[in-house]
DNA sequence: CGGAAAACTGGGAGCGCTTCCAGTTCCAGG
DNA sequence: CCTGGAACTGGAAGCGCTCCCAGTTTTCCG
């Protein structure tokens, strides 16, 4: 008969008795740190092996002022902007460099208040031995947070108006340059763009980038008509576009979900993609591929920008001084455009 | 000058020292618990404020034996199946429950073999107060360590072979039953299923669901054509039942992803939808209804999945013993059906 | 106004682990 | 056979907080 009860966590100073050693020498068997002979290691080790015993991570973290974890935040007034699969992806390549270190993932969405506040308790707290920040808004209360924390920060993506030390970016300017270069080679002239909201970074960057290439064609930039990243908001801008500048012949849109938008809105409008209207989104998400016809866009490595950003963190939290990474992006060519 | 250089973090003996009251009586404020005089109350207060001290939750922890913290652990070999936006929106939800419990979260993505040690270092550790545990596999090696586990555990979907005391589920039987009802009500007579994998318990009993309905019709169900519920499984999978079935009028696909899969597929080959074959799909994604058509598809409520699992391993850490749910499901018509 | 009950207080013992440091032991080399 | 140093070892002092408990002060009645 097995005795499943619980039966309490086995100890450190346990294993030492079983081993018959200290509990100093245990815990460098444990660590393996230097001046353990032989002996006394594998004791050691075979004691932990019959008592089953792992260590308790929260006495360790006491000790050593470490917790082993690092924290996600996304920022955002609104859960939903979660939902979107770029987070998804980020978590992905995240999770992936975080495991290398053995690190655990800690994810805060700091959309309420209430969550803001308690990412400022993490932070002050000490909480996590690092953090990621993303989706920051333009004064966004984190940003604050951020700089007066004394811990290793990470920012994904720029954010408006702050010029943090440590941050990894994707080449937005260039990309939308790209793709609007695009569009024009392709011989349209009277281009428009559908932006993001521009109190955010990735916003204005792209829309920099559109602006940039339409200048250096020699064409008028059409002002920018902005949504909110979603396919709603698409939709109606490119239907605003078609009522304000029915005579154009391409949109830039800053996002895939934009793009999708976009896209129904010119289906519902008789206007054939790319015949009439050429269309090139951005993000390179499962959506572009999908939407009908599916969507040229511009591809940017979502989950290296997970993976860097938490490279960049690890390295931070083991005292280096690593360089900003912005990463490339590339034109992915499909019907639309 | 303010002194910004990292001054030691302050402890709960400083605080109680300044406010002049004993440790106990400053931590017995801050976790406003009884036996306190008003007076000294608001002198500990006021010597928190001075101090901006932040209470350690380490220091908690270990004294307390509770971490704080909730994990959420996505199996899978891949780890781009979490890149299906229903993962995202779990989350959302999870993550609003828990932060009602004033609990972090802690996301483990166990697809490889380090995840999974890594997982189970967590449960036998007590890395966390409890487990959420989602996308479990025939076999997984998870379903044995949760059973080991002396810690609550909450399943999401009901594991392939397990009966797990815990867990969440969405009504997947009678929503398939639903959807293929809705194909056959509809004049269809010839329904084929594109289901998922049949080494998951959500392939499984969607499958179950659609051959429920075609038997109580008095239809002969097909054989399954599974995927793996990406969409390029789904599209593929459509192609093998127009080769073996080129006379099918209608597709149950087992989620929304191989429903657009299958949609491509059959524009690719000039059959209309849903003039020639009628298919809805499962799960209400965001690409259910940016496909043309606009996919009928099975709404199940993800983030409440989320919540609900959350409240229940919520619930469970506070040492209740709260009863299984299965979440309800409801047709969305739309275009494609 | 006395005494019992209730409210409050602070000392101190942990929680389980790391790590400093003062020994001990073990070898070469002399 | 002795000596200095390198290699080990284990005692003990924390890490910062909770919480039991015994002692002290109030408060409330009869």
Redesign the interface.
């Known amino acids: 008969m097995t005795e499943g009860v619980?039966r309490r966590?086995s100890t450190l100073d346990e294993v030492a008795e079983l081993a018959g050693v200290s509990r100093s020498v245990a815990s460098r068997v444990l660590n393996n740190a230097p001046h353990v002979s032989r002996a006394k290691r594998e004791a050691v080790e075979r004691a932990v092996h019959r008592l089953?015993y792992?260590?308790?991570?929260?006495?360790r973290?006491?000790a050593t002022r470490q917790?082993g974890?690092a924290a996600l935040v996304v920022s955002g007034e609104d859960?939903?902007i979660?939902?979107?699969?770029f987070?998804?992806?980020v978590?992905?390549g995240a999770?992936?460099a975080l495991?290398d270190a053995?690190l655990?993932?800690?994810?805060?969405?700091a959309a309420?208040d209430?969550?803001r506040r308690?990412v400022e308790?993490?932070l002050?707290?000490?909480?996590a031995d690092g953090v990621m920040l993303m989706a920051l808004r333009e004064d966004d209360p984190l940003s604050r947070m951020a700089e007066e924390a004394?811990m290793p920060v990470v920012f994904g993506g720029r954010p408006v108006g702050l010029d943090p030390r440590w941050y990894v970016d994707v080449d937005n300017v260039g990309g939308a340059r790209q793709a609007t270069e695009h569009l024009i080679s392709a011989g349209r002239t009277r281009v428009a763009t559908i932006a993001g909201r521009l109190d955010t970074e990735v916003g204005r960057a792209r829309y920099r980038g559109y602006r940039d290439a339409m200048l250096a064609a020699g064409l008028d930039p059409y002002p920018p008509e902005v949504g909110d990243f979603t396919?709603s908001t698409g939709a109606a801008a490119m239907a605003a576009l078609l009522a304000n500048h029915p005579g154009l012949d391409g949109v830039f849109a800053a996002n895939d979900?934009m793009g999708?938008g976009a896209l129904?809105t010119l289906?519902e409008a008789g206007r054939p993609v790319p015949g009439d209207v050429a269309v090139v989104g951005f993000d390179d998400l499962?959506?572009a591929?999908?939407?009908?016809p599916p969507l040229t866009t511009v591809h940017q490595p979502i989950e290296a920008l997970g993976r860097e950003m938490a490279r960049m963190l690890v390295a931070l939290i083991g005292g280096q001084d690593p360089t900003p990474l912005i990463l490339p992006t590339r034109l992915v060519t499909r019907a639309s455009a």
């Open positions: 619980s966590q089953g792992v260590p308790n991570p929260t006495a973290a006491l917790t974890a859960p939903s979660f939902a979107d699969p987070f998804a992806q978590i992905v999770s992936a495991e053995d655990h993932l800690m994810l805060c969405l309420s209430r969550g308690r308790q993490l002050r707290s000490k909480g004394e396919e979900n999708a129904r289906r499962a959506v591929r999908i939407a009908d």
